[in-house]
C-alpha cells in the first residue's frame, strides 16, 4: 500500500479543497472548505454553472445591493459543500463569516442559514460541519449549536486553552493549524524543524493526548500542513485534512507508515487538567503570542478572501 492508504488503516483522511476532481481522485471520507478555497474554485470555468446558480438563488431572495451579494455567497457555500456530499461518504464543513468571529448570536444565525439552505437541497445536518473561529464567543456560539444538534468544526485554533473551551462546550471537531504554528516559529527563531519537534505537530499531540486522557468526545483533526511529514507524524490523530498537493505526495510514497497516536497511550499520559472559565480563557490567550497572533491574521485572511469573493460576485452581477 502506498502512504495514504496505509494513513487511511489510523486516520479518517480529510480533503482540503473545493475541488471535485481531487475529491474523487483521493476518495477521502470528509471534506472542508472556506472562503479562500472556494473563492479559487469559484473562478475556474467548470463551476459556472454552479456560480450561476447561486447568482441566480440570490436574486430570488428579493433583496438589494450589498444584501442580495451576501445572498449569494451563502448560496454559493452551500452550493458547493452539496455537491462536494455527492462525492465524499461523510461531512462537509462550510465556515462562517469570519467577520463575526467577536458575535455569537450572529454566528449562531449564520448556522442556522447554513443548515436551512443545505435542508432545502435535501442534505440533513448530520452531515455538515459549522466552521468557526476558536474565539471565546465562538466557542460560546458552538456550544448553543451543539444542544441544538448542529455539529461545529472550531478553526484557527493553536493552543491547547483554545481546545480545552472548545472540548467543554462539546464541539464536534477541532481543527488545529499545524503549519501555521510553524510558521510564527520559524519565523521568530529562524530555526528549522524535524517532524519529531516541529512546534505544530507537539501542539497536536498535546491537545489529542489531553482530550483522550480525560475523555472528551471532541474529534481532532489536523489542518494546514506544510510538509507530508508533518502529517505522518501524527499518523493516528481522529482525523487529518490535508491539500491536494500533499495528498499526490502521500500516494507517491511507499514507506512504511507507523502509527503514532493512540488513545491507549495517551490515557496513561501525565496530564494536568486545564480550567477554562472567560477569564482564564482570555489570560492564557493573551501569554500565548503565538496563538494570538494567528488567531487574529486567520480572521484577517479569511475576511479579506470573503471580501474578495463577493466582489468578484458582484462583478458578475
Request: aromatic share 8%.
Amino acid at each position: 500500500m502506498n502512504e495514504l492508504e496505509q494513513l487511511k488503516q489510523f486516520t479518517t483522511v480529510v480533503a482540503d479543497t473545493g475541488d471535485f476532481a481531487t475529491l474523487k481522485q483521493y476518495a477521502p471520507q470528509d471534506a472542508t472548505t472556506n472562503p479562500s478555497l472556494i473563492l479559487k474554485a469559484a473562478t475556474m470555468p467548470e463551476y459556472a454553472p454552479l456560480l450561476e446558480a447561486a447568482i441566480a438563488d440570490g436574486k430570488k431572495s428579493g433583496l438589494s445591493g450589498t444584501a442580495t451579494v451576501k445572498e449569494i455567497v451563502d448560496q454559493l457555500l452551500v452550493g458547493f459543500g452539496a455537491e462536494i456530499l455527492k462525492i465524499v461518504p461523510g461531512r462537509v464543513s462550510t465556515e462562517t463569516d469570519a467577520n463575526l468571529s467577536f458575535d455569537t448570536a450572529a454566528l449562531v444565525a449564520k448556522a442556522h442559514k447554513f443548515i436551512e439552505l443545505y435542508a432545502k437541497r435535501g442534505v440533513p445536518r448530520e452531515r455538515i460541519l459549522i466552521k468557526i473561529a476558536a474565539t471565546w464567543e465562538g466557542v460560546r456560539a458552538a456550544e448553543v449549536l451543539q444542544r441544538e444538534g448542529i455539529n461545529c468544526n472550531m478553526t484557527l485554533l493553536f493552543s491547547l486553552v483554545q481546545a480545552v473551551a472548545c472540548a467543554e462546550a462539546k464541539a464536534k471537531l477541532i481543527s488545529p493549524f499545524v503549519g501555521r504554528i510553524l510558521d510564527w516559529y520559524r519565523a521568530k527563531t529562524g530555526q528549522t524543524y524535524a517532524a519529531t519537534d516541529d512546534p505544530g505537530v507537539v501542539s497536536v499531540k498535546e491537545i489529542y493526548t489531553y482530550y483522550k486522557k480525560f475523555g472528551h468526545a471532541t474529534e481532532v483533526m489536523g489542518a494546514s500542513f506544510r510538509n507530508k511529514l508533518e502529517i505522518l507524524e501524527l499518523a493516528g490523530c481522529d482525523l487529518l485534512t490535508i491539500s491536494p498537493a500533499l495528498l499526490g505526495e502521500l500516494q507517491q510514497g511507499n514507506s512504511t507508515v507507523e502509527r503514532k497516536l493512540s488513545p491507549e497511550s495517551s490515557r496513561q499520559s501525565n496530564v494536568e487538567r486545564v480550567d477554562v472559565s472567560e477569564k482564564s480563557f482570555r489570560w492564557l490567550m493573551n501569554e500565548n503570542a503565538m496563538a494570538t497572533e494567528k488567531t487574529s491574521e486567520g480572521i484577517r485572511s479569511f475576511a479579506a478572501d470573503t471580501v474578495k469573493l463577493e466582489q468578484f460576485i458582484a462583478s458578475r452581477l
